[in-house]
Structure formats: structure tokens, C-alpha cells
Antibody, heavy 121, light 107 residues
């Protein structure tokens, strides 16, 4: 079975940095693009970033450019999200997801359970 | 590309037919997906390519549309369908947008 497991969330002070991790299993990790989506408390889904299976193609939502860095280590079946200069408004549950077949425009077919990041002093 | 959804919320009864609309700010062909999210849970993919049902999703869910206007229909609302529904555009490679969501609750 396909599984995605995020980790790395927690309580961080404004201005700090954090790296979130997501380990995938049950599928050939390097064949799939991966993505991060966040959801602030009581709010909707916000796409953050995505990268291709080999990591060569990387994209960010306009509002995420500059402080967010996505990366992956295919030898460890892991995708990362580095967030710098954390702000209170970055408080959210961060989900990782697998991007299904692009040719078929499948969308995000598998999701992790999410990891909560709280930015507060 | 921006997405709008209507209504933002609705109240319905078990057995009702429910329709949610999603409008894109520019044409996106059929490059649209729909997700269901229940409180405290990750979203679940329901429909992709505007009208293709994801494996395991009940047939009471259907999608239609192309270009800028899309709909998600639940033919007979079941108790487990009370949730928030999001549309998502997939028009450009690895660039995505979600709609603001439609909350479906019990009348």
C-alpha cells in the first residue's frame, strides 16, 4: 500500500527555521512528482510547492517564493520542505502528497496525515 | 489561474441531490480535480480530468465541465458525504491552485 508519513512539525518562534520531512513507501518513489500543501486552522487548502520525480523541476506558489525550499532524496524516499524566517501566518497543518500521472492530470492521489507547525512566541 | 466555488456552504438532507460549481479565471480544458475533506483528515481525491472517478469512489459522485465552468454532483447525499469539497486546477506542469472550498452540512 502507498503510504506517506510527514514529520518535523512543532512549535517554533517567529524568525526561526524548520525542515519538514515526508517519507514515502509502497511505490517507486523516483517515478512520481511530490508536493506540499498547507492548511491554516479553519481555512482552506493552499498549495505550497512541487517537484518532479528526479528533482530537476521545482515550482512554488507565488506567495511561497523566497522562504520555502522543496527538495528530495530519492535514495531515502523522502521529500523535504525547508521554511525560513517563519511567520505567525505560517501556522498550519502541512500535508505532503503524491502527484499522480501528469499525462492524465490525475491530481494528488495519495496524501500523508499532515504535520502541524505552530509559529508563536 | 484563480478558482472560485459556489456556494461556499450549503445545508442538505440525506438523499438530496447536491451540485457544487467551480469556475476558473481562464480556460483550463478538463484539467480539474475534486477533493473531499473531513475534519481532522487529509483530503481525498474524488474526481480528476473533470469527470473521471478515482478508483474506489462511489458512483453517486460525478463531475462535468470544461474550459472555465465545472460541476461536482452528488446524486443522493449519504451521511458520510458531509464534508468540505475543493476543486483544483492542473493546467500547467506542477503549478496548482485550489478553490476556496464548499462545506456541505446537515440540514
Amino acid at each position: 500500500d502507498v503510504q506517506l508519513l510527514e514529520s518535523g512539525g512543532g512549535l517554533v518562534q517567529p524568525g526561526g527555521s524548520l525542515r519538514l520531512s515526508c517519507v514515502g513507501s509502497g511505490f517507486t518513489f523516483n517515478l512520481y512528482a511530490m508536493t506540499w500543501v498547507r492548511q491554516a486552522p479553519g481555512k482552506g487548502l493552499e498549495w505550497v510547492s512541487a517537484l518532479s520525480g528526479n528533482g530537476a523541476n521545482i515550482y512554488y506558489a507565488d506567495s511561497m517564493k523566497g522562504r520555502f525550499t522543496i527538495s528530495r532524496d530519492n535514495s531515502e524516499n523522502t521529500v523535504y520542505l525547508q521554511i525560513n524566517s517563519l511567520r505567525v501566518e505560517d501556522t498550519a497543518v502541512y500535508f505532503c502528497a503524491r502527484v499522480g500521472s501528469w499525462n492524465s492530470r490525475v491530481g494528488f492521489d495519495y496524501w500523508g496525515q499532515g504535520t502541524l507547525l505552530t509559529v508563536s512566541s | 489561474i484563480q478558482l472560485t466555488q459556489s456556494p461556499s456552504s450549503l445545508s442538505a438532507s440525506v438523499g438530496d441531490r447536491v451540485t457544487i460549481t467551480c469556475r476558473a479565471s481562464q480556460g483550463i480544458s478538463t484539467h480539474l480535480a475534486w477533493y473531499q475533506q473531513k475534519p481532522g483528515k487529509a483530503p481525498k481525491l474524488l474526481i480528476y480530468a473533470a469527470s473521471t472517478l478515482q478508483s474506489g469512489v462511489p458512483s453517486r459522485f460525478s463531475g462535468s465541465g470544461s474550459g472555465t465552468d465545472f460541476t461536482l454532483t452528488i446524486s443522493s447525499l449519504q451521511p458520510e458525504d458531509f464534508a468540505t469539497y475543493y476543486c483544483q486546477q492542473l493546467n500547467s506542469y506542477l503549478l496548482f491552485t485550489f478553490g476556496p472550498g464548499t462545506k456541505v452540512d446537515i440540514k
